[in-house]
């Protein structure tokens, strides 16, 4: 069965940098966009970002925009997110999620937590 | 670009049928078919119930259903359960080839 791990949350402090990851299995992960979606604390979800397959397409929102970098490794089956200059803004659990087609975000794994604080 | 609009909240009794709508812009929902629905239950992960305005993944009971007219989308819960109590998302793909959710909408079954 398709299975989405992320790792790598942590508590950093402002300015700072972490990288996440998201290891993949169950399915061909070379087949897919990948997509990092985030929830702040009692918040909504926000799209962050997608890759293409062998990620030459990679969109990312606006408020992430060159700050967070997105990458895959096909070989390795895994998901990473490059994330700096971090403010309080980017306190959220950051979950992976396979993109079956534009946007259809049809499995997620169970998120980590990004905590940024002084 | 601001999220997609959904009403905060929305509550209904056993067994009825709600609906929740979800507006955007001749940028999003209007420009394509690209339409999902999720469901998140309070400390999990978001589990998508519609794709494509109106299709549902393989397992998704068939009481979900997705529509779309212009540039609002909704979801129509039938027979409702006290288990679809929990938190539904919309999502869009854009003109600018991004993706963008609603607000989220907290369903309460009385």
């Known amino acids: 069965q398709v299975q989405l791990v992320e790792s790598g949350g942590n508590l950093v402090k402002p300015g700072g940098s972490l990288r996440l990851s998201c290891a993949a299995s169950?399915?061909?992960?070379?087949?897919?966009?990948m997509s990092w979606i985030r929830q702040a604390p009692g918040k909504g979800l926000e799209w962050v970002s997608y890759?293409?397959?062998?990620?030459?397409?990679?969109y990312y929102a606006d408020s992430v925009k060159g700050r967070f970098t997105i990458s895959r490794d096909n070989g390795k089956n895994s998901l990473f997110l490059q994330m700096n200059s971090l403010t309080a803004d980017d306190t959220a659990v950051y979950y992976c999620?396979?993109?079956?087609?534009?946007?259809?975000?049809?499995?997620w794994g169970q998120g980590t937590l990004v905590t940024v604080s002084s | 670009q601001s999220a997609l609009t959904q009403p905060a909240s929305v509550s209904g009794s056993p067994g009825q049928s709600i609906t929740i709508s979800c507006t955007g812009t001749?940028?999003?929902?209007?420009?394509?078919?690209?339409v999902s629905w999720y469901q998140q239950h309070p400390g999990k992960a978001p589990k998508i119930l519609v794709y494509?305005?109106?299709k549902r993944p393989s397992g998704a009971s068939n009481r979900f259903s997705g529509s779309k007219s212009g540039n609002a989308a909704s979801l129509t819960i039938s027979g409702l359960q006290a288990v679809d109590e929990a938190d539904y998302y919309c999502?869009?793909?854009?003109?600018?080839?991004?993706?963008?959710f609603g607000g989220g909408t907290k369903l309460t079954v009385l």
């Open positions: 999620a396979r993109d079956e087609k534009w946007g259809s975000l049809d499995h």
């Open positions: 169950g399915f061909n992960f070379g087949d897919y966009y």
């Open positions: 890759i293409s397959h062998s990620g030459p397409n990679i």
């Open positions: 001749s940028s999003d929902v209007g420009a394509f078919d690209y």
């Open positions: 494509e305005v109106s």
């Open positions: 999502s869009s793909y854009t003109t600018s080839s991004t993706v963008i």
